[in-house]
């Protein structure tokens, strides 16, 4: 079944996909964050230690 996902409200160009993460115990954490495609727009959503962050810079994880 293929699955929509929603326009960028701030550039309207991209598509908000969701990511998955791991917590701390090592559990799953299902769409823990929507990142916009778009390279230029950099809009996320995302819920860290239970509070939303919007906007906040996405950099890559050398984890």
């Known amino acids: 079944m293929e699955q929509v996902f929603p326009k960028c409200q701030k550039c309207s160009t991209g598509i908000l996909i969701p990511l998955s993460d791991y917590g ?5 954490i299902m ?5 916009c ?5 950099g809009f996320n959503i995302r819920i860290d230690n239970g509070e ?3 906007g906040k810079s996405v ?3 050398f984890k």
């Not at 701390?24 to 799953?28: A, D, N």
């Not at 769409?31 to 990142?35: D, E, G, P, R």
């Not at 495609?37 to 727009?41: I, V």
């Open 37 to 41: 495609t778009h390279p230029d727009c």
């Open 52 to 54: 939303l962050s919007i």
């Open 24 to 28: 701390r115990e090592g559990s799953s």
């Open 59 to 61: 950099e890559q994880s």
């Open 31 to 35: 769409y823990k964050a929507w990142v």
